[in-house]
Nanobody, 113 residues
Framework: QVQLVESGGGLVQPGGSLRLSCAAS????????MAWYRQVRGKERELVASISKFGTTNYADSVKGRFTISRDNAKNTVFLQMNSLKPEDTAVYYC???????WGQGTQVTVSS
């Protein structure tokens, strides 16, 4: 059974940084593409960033130049480095194994002064 466990969320001031982590188990991590999504209550979940098994990355326009997705296949972990955070980045962030139904439980990120 695949398990995804996110960590690293919290409260940060505008302009600050956070690093999210997602530890995966029960899958051949190095063979799958991974992604981070976020969701604001009452809105649809949106793709933030993705990384292929080869390390190719893609970002939503709203986070380009501020967020960086990366992966450590030796540790079965995917990261999301978030810099220059804005209040509109406030959401629950979810880790996802692409093209599957596997999701993490989510971690809250709140950007507020």
């Amino acid at each position: 059974q695949v398990q995804l466990v996110e960590s690293g969320g919290g409260l940060v001031q505008p302009g600050g940084s956070l690093r999210l982590s997602c530890a995966a188990s029960g899958t051949i991590f190095s063979a799958v593409a991974m992604a981070w999504y976020r969701q604001v209550r009452g809105k649809e979940r949106e793709l933030v960033a993705s990384i292929s098994k080869f390390g190719t990355t893609n970002y939503a326009d709203s986070v380009k130049g501020r967020f960086t997705i990366s992966r450590d296949n030796a540790k079965n972990t995917v990261f999301l480095q978030m810099n220059s955070l804005k209040p509109e980045d406030t959401a629950v962030y979810y880790c996802h194994v692409r093209v599957t139904t596997y999701w993490g439980q989510g971690t809250q990120v709140t950007v507020s002064s």
